[in-house]
């Protein structure tokens, strides 16, 4: 079965630090790794998609890495603007649905 | 807005009883997903539906059921309810229902309380 597991559960930021929030998972045949974020009492955006090792994406201040192992999201000089909760979520190939993380929360502090 | 809506936004109700949660989708999406998203468990994924039929299942109890109608909205019915049950449903959709993309468009999601 896939895992997906996040840390840290929460990180409280002031704005402008910059840090990362990783996503370790274990999948019997990587297809993509997905980067989502909720905002409270909404539903998730998408963010990224990452399929193979090495590959980056970035939005603003949002950047995605990927290894075989695990996917880091660097959030550089963060604004109060970013505060939400991440998903990183997972599909296997030949599988239709994604398997979720439990999340990190980022709280950024003006 | 992701163009996805759901309905109703909240929904309290008493144990035993029996709640359709409706989703429609985005313009010219033909998969829908359905997930679960409680407070221990994460999102959890139910079912997918692809222009009307069922194409994958994940761990839905059985006194969960749903269906795509031929207009492509989706329903969600949820029976014998109990109090674990409570939750945040969510409706995604996507334009394509094969393995070739995780982008997923959410819904704002359907509070269910069950007292």
């Known amino acids: 079965e896939d895992q997906v597991t996040q840390s840290p559960e929460a990180l409280r930021l002031q704005e402008g630090e910059s840090s990362s929030l990783n996503c370790s998972y274990t999948?019997?045949?990587?297809?993509?790794l997905f980067w989502y974020r909720q905002d409270p009492g909404k539903g998730p955006e998408f963010l990224f998609t990452?399929?193979?090792a090495g590959e980056e994406k970035e939005k603003e201040r949002l950047k995605a890495t990927l290894t075989k192992k695990e996917s880091f999201l660097h959030i550089t000089a963060p604004k109060p603007e970013d505060s939400a909760t991440y998903l990183c979520?997972?599909?296997?190939?030949?599988?239709?649905?994604?398997?979720f993380g439990a999340g990190t929360t980022v709280t950024v502090r003006a | 807005d992701s163009g996805v809506t759901q309905t109703p936004k909240h929904l309290i109700t008493a144990t035993g009883q029996r709640v359709t949660l409706r989703c429609s989708p985005r313009?010219?999406?033909?998969?829908v997903y359905w997930y679960q998203q409680s407070l221990d468990q994460g999102l959890q994924f139910l079912i997918q539906?692809?222009?009307?039929?069922?194409?994958a299942k994940g761990n839905i109890l059985e006194r969960f059921s749903a269906q795509q109608f031929p207009d492509l909205h989706s329903e969600l019915n949820l029976s014998s309810l109990e109090l674990g049950d409570s939750a945040l449903y969510f409706c995604?959709?996507?334009?394509?229902?094969?393995?070739?993309?995780?982008?997923?468009?959410f819904g704002e999601g359907s509070r269910l309380t069950v007292l």
């Open positions: 313009s010219g999406d033909l998969s």
């Open positions: 990452l399929y193979s």
């Open positions: 979520a997972v599909q296997a190939r030949n599988d239709y649905k994604l398997s």
């Open positions: 999948v019997s045949g990587l297809r993509g």
């Open positions: 539906y692809y222009n009307g039929e069922e194409r």
């Open positions: 995604a959709s996507s334009l394509s229902g094969g393995a070739d993309t995780g982008e997923l468009f």
